[in-house]
């Protein structure tokens, strides 16, 4: 059965036979609803389809709070919610049984802000978990040099959350302590937050390994 909200002619949801209609923002879609089959009907390609992106819905429920809400879905439009970006986004780092297969694709932040330009992470020789980060300030704008670096560690083991940094736009350089009980390799994710956490930018990553 449809349903029509907000008046006539406003907003319509529903289904009539095998014709949906879906309402998002001020926009109404409408779709032919596919034929039921049974999982005895999928192909492998198709059942490694669902397990995947399962496995991705899963991993964006479990950054909703960290992720999706205070970055994404500002960056969502009429036609696709925060997370619908991140797993669009997100999809191809995994792999056809659902695993992260290139930690490379991950994506944690996206945005209009302009991202770090020529961007570079070496070890630090202080420490072997030390890092410096350098990149080059090309932006005139006196508020965009006040963006903050925010920084994700990303391993195998364990998925950190965003960390605002002290250090600015405007530095050009930052040094990065690892997160204890690093192993031989880790992901860093750098992108730049506005001060007042209202706007990000998109992120670089980058493969450390640790002597």
Request: glycine share 6%.
């Amino acid at each position: 059965m449809a349903r029509v909200t907000k008046g006539i002619g406003r907003a319509f949801s529903g289904r009539i036979d095998n014709i949906v209609f879906v309402s998002y923002g001020e926009r109404t879609y409408v779709r032919t609803l596919p034929r039921e089959r049974k999982p005895s009907e999928w192909s492998v390609d198709q059942k490694n389809h669902r397990q995947c992106f399962a496995v991705v819905m899963r991993y964006a429920s479990g950054m909703m709070n960290s992720f999706v809400k205070p970055i994404w879905n500002k960056a969502a439009t009429d036609t696709m919610s925060g997370i619908n970006l991140f797993v669009k986004a997100n999809k191809p780092a995994f792999g056809t049984k659902g695993r992260v297969e290139d930690p490379s694709m991950l994506r944690f932040s996206t945005g209009s802000l302009p991202p770090p330009s020529d961007v570079k992470v070496v070890m630090s020789p202080e420490g072997t978990n030390v890092v410096m980060a350098t990149w080059k300030n090309q932006i005139t704008n006196p508020v965009r040099s006040l963006d903050r670096l925010m920084v994700v560690f990303y391993d195998t083991h364990e998925l950190m959350k965003p960390i605002q940094t002290e250090f600015m736009r405007k530095d050009e350089q930052a040094k990065l302590n690892l997160p204890d009980n690093t192993g031989k390799e880790i992901w860093l994710y750098l992108f730049f937050g506005s001060a007042d956490q209202t706007a990000y930018s998109n992120d670089h990553a980058f493969k450390i390994t640790i002597p």
